[in-house]
């Protein structure tokens, strides 16, 4: 494929989500902020595990502007328990009503796989279903996202939960990504699903390289007519490449944010709000 033919286009048009009742356009990008429910995630600053620090967390993302709440009881770091069903689901039910509670109108995106987790955050009010599987580690999460009608981010990953780290290079990754999306938002549109977000799943079975090409490339995905979902914030692709941490890879986290929107990235997943605001803000 001749990359230099595709356009690039900062803001698509016509990118729009129904999102508990409300219509959030995605014509321009909106963040994302992170709040893990998790006493292990890779970034310990992104850790909340009781209600004082959960509240705070997600009030300060809504005054920096986030436009959606992120929240995950299931840590995806590489070699992370894997928890048991019982124990996502305890602690995602108490916060889901706390922040509901304190800010009624907030919309709020649910990180997980598992179809059982997925509805009880949605009798609680959870208004979205983020998916690091795509409907493969529990294909009952996709008939409850139908059933509830709600968007859902479909993620490119690893077929298997214990291979979700596991990096074996591609010979045409992009190819593959797309036969990827293909299928899935056909086998989605089939069930009813529409409102679809598409996230490369930058750092899930992917070498350094691969990632750094996705991204460079990130402008291709406009093919599939929908909302590019971009998760890079503090990941290992930037501070292993900057021989630094986590804590440290804030300013590297914007300036490939930065590069993110040039390409037409809808959403951005971040553990920074303030930060990815501004970004849009400038090419605004």
């Not at 993302?61 to 689901?89: K, M």
């Not at 929908?226 to 692709?237: F, T």
């Not at 809808?266 to 849009?280: Q, T, Y």
């Amino acid at each position: 494929m001749d990359i230099s033919s595709v356009e690039v286009t900062h803001f698509p048009k016509n990118r729009q989500v129904l999102l508990k009742d409300k219509l959030v356009d995605l014509s321009k990008p909106i963040v994302m902020g992170i709040v893990n429910l998790t006493p292990d995630s890779f970034f310990e600053d992104s850790r909340a595990t009781n209600e004082k620090k959960i509240l705070s967390r997600v009030e300060q993302f809504l005054q920096e502007g986030a436009a959606c709440i992120d929240i995950g009881a299931f840590s995806t770091r590489p070699g992370a328990e894997i928890i048991s069903e019982e124990e996502e689901i305890k602690r995602i039910s108490k916060p889901i009503q706390w922040i509901l509670k304190e800010f009624p109108s907030t919309l709020i995106s649910l990180d997980t796989f598992r179809g059982n987790v997925a509805k009880i955050g949605l009798d609680l009010g959870v208004g979205c279903i983020n998916d690091i599987s795509g409907g493969e580690y529990d294909p009952t999460i996709l008939k409850v996202v139908a059933d509830f009608k709600v968007p859902y981010i479909l993620m490119h990953s690893n077929e298997k939960l214990a291979a979700m780290h596991t990096i074996e290079e591609k010979t045409n990754l992009f190819q593959e990504m797309m036969v990827y999306f293909s299928k899935k938002i056909k086998g989605l549109n089939e069930l009813g699903v529409h409102d679809i977000i598409i996230d490369p799943g930058f750092g899930f079975g992917k070498t350094e390289a691969e990632n750094y090409f996705l991204l460079h490339n990130l402008n291709l995905f406009h093919v599939l007519e929908r909302p590019i979902l971009v998760g890079i914030s503090r990941k290992s692709m930037l501070y292993k490449k900057l021989n630094t941490t986590p804590e440290q890879a804030l300013n590297g986290t914007t300036v490939l944010n930065t590069l993110a929107i040039q390409k037409g990235a809808s959403i951005l997943r971040v553990h920074d709000v303030k930060e990815a605001v501004e970004i849009i803000r400038l090419f605004a």
